[in-house]
């Protein structure tokens, strides 16, 4: 019940006294099953949502101790050690997920991301347009592509590929604290030009 509880958070909109009243069935549920990967990556999940990121990081660590070939696991810690700041380590994760499944659209879009994010544009855009070339495109694709053509300073690039994403229905999709910051710069950078 509590895997179900923490993705409904993570997928909607819960308020403070949702998360205060979930806190304590969490913690009860962690004591219990401490050992199962599963929900240690649903709760370090909605915790990363919750930009708790310490805990976040804790959370996928362990379970990847309990499944180390876990692709969402490493997925979403290589993105939440992004947002630390610790590229190199985020890389690390996310090759290591590539390297288990090959080549897969949400961890190029990760991978992206942790380049932009490091600060190498060039390479971004390089893998994210290739995420946008896979049969079944996430328009959360598109919006991290616009950054890395914003931030390359291609922005006719970076409107074509925000259009693009919103036509998707962008809006309808949760957005990480980090992407809501970063769709926020789009939209003033792009207003400016």
Do not use: W
Request: hydrophobic share 45%.
């Amino acid at each position: 019940h509590v895997v179900f509880l923490c993705s409904l958070m993570t997928r909607g909109q819960p308020v403070a006294k949702d998360l205060e009243l979930a806190d304590p069935l969490i913690a009860e549920a962690l004591a219990k099953h401490a050992e199962n990967a599963g929900l240690l990556f649903t709760v370090g999940t909605l915790r990363y949502f919750q930009h708790r990121n310490a805990e976040a990081i804790k959370l996928f660590e362990h379970a990847l101790r309990i499944e180390p070939k876990s692709v969402l696991v490493l997925n979403n810690l290589a993105n939440v050690l992004s947002d630390e700041g610790r590229h190199a380590e985020a890389l690390s994760a996310i090759d290591r997920a590539l390297a288990i499944r090959g080549p897969d659209a949400s961890l190029l879009d990760t991978k992206g991301l942790i380049l932009l994010r490091k600060g190498d544009a060039r390479l971004a855009v390089q893998a994210l347009e290739e995420t946008v070339n896979f049969p079944s495109v996430d328009p959360r694709y598109y919006f991290h592509l616009a950054c890395a053509h914003m931030e390359a300073g291609a922005m006719d690039k970076a409107k074509a590929a925000l259009e693009r994403a919103r036509s998707m229905s962008l809006d309808r999709l949760p957005l990480t604290p980090a992407e809501k910051q970063q769709l926020d710069q789009l939209n003033r950078n792009l207003a400016v030009n």
